[in-house]
């Protein structure tokens, strides 16, 4: 695999670097929106939509009643946790354009079948993302593409994802889309890239993520 691939790739709260000042909004001032970002609105209609295709996705893949419940039980931030990740896509992609980087479907599909190889096929890729990170089969490609946007951002800055450098970026690109979030799902530390009240990740960690899990 391309040392690229390679590279662990994480968002926790662990994690101490600079990240993009997300700032709390009332309803008043944004009635509707679980978030704004570059003046665009994430409505919280848009947001229930994205933790529906989780739970459907969910429902389908564990028909037993008991195992859902499970695994909605597994998934009980799955509504701030995806805003969080709804942002912070934006976030990298506008870092990304700023730095110049570009991503082409080839890339994405490589990606798509390295992994697929190593988790034993489509379905089960499609089956480990669902259970591992709460992205729908549907939602694959969109986030493969950002995990290859992460990896290139990273290298244009000479540096990896692990690296203040690559948080720095982040960081000023959030400050550019002068983000505000509904105060409703969470608050946000900028000294830690992530909401004060859960640890959500991001940016996967693609070496190993496709693999099916064992007991």
Same mark, same amino acid.
């Given at each position: 695999m391309h040392r690229r691939r390679r590279t662990a790739l994480l968002l926790t709260a662990a994690l101490a670097v600079a990240a993009p000042l997300l700032t709390?909004?009332?309803?008043?001032?944004?009635?509707?929106? &679980?978030?704004?970002?570059?003046?665009? !609105?994430?409505?919280?209609?848009?947001?229930?939509?994205?933790?529906?295709?989780?739970?459907?996705a969910q429902r389908a893949a564990v028909p037993d009643d008991a195992q859902y419940e499970q695994a909605i039980a597994r998934t009980g931030s799955l509504t701030r946790d995806t805003l969080h990740s709804m942002v912070l896509d934006q976030v990298l992609e506008?870092?990304?354009?700023?730095?110049?980087?570009?991503?082409?479907? !080839?890339?994405?599909?490589q990606l798509r079948t390295e992994l697929?190889? #190593?988790?034993?096929?489509?379905?089960?890729?499609?089956?480990?993302?669902? #259970?591992?990170?709460?992205?729908?089969?549907?939602?694959?490609?969109?986030?493969l593409?950002? #995990?290859?946007? &992460? #990896?290139?951002?990273?290298e244009q800055l000479g540096t990896d994802t692990s690296r203040p450098e690559f948080w720095q970026a982040l960081s000023a690109a959030g400050k550019k889309l002068d983000i505000d979030l509904n105060p409703r799902y969470g608050t946000w530390d900028p000294e830690k890239s992530s909401r004060v009240d859960a640890t959500t990740p991001w940016v996967r960690d693609v070496t190993n993520a496709g693999a099916p899990q064992t007991a």
């Open positions: 709390a909004c009332g309803n008043e001032a944004h009635p509707g929106a &679980a978030a704004v970002v570059g003046g665009q !609105r994430i409505t919280i209609a848009q947001l229930d939509n994205r933790v529906d295709e989780v739970r459907e506008r870092a990304a354009q700023d730095a110049g980087v570009t991503v082409t479907d !080839r890339e994405v599909q697929q190889d #190593q988790a034993g096929g489509a379905d089960a890729l499609e089956a480990a993302w669902l #259970q591992q990170y709460g992205i729908p089969p549907q939602r694959l490609d969109d986030n593409r950002l #995990q290859v946007t &992460a #990896q290139k951002l990273a």
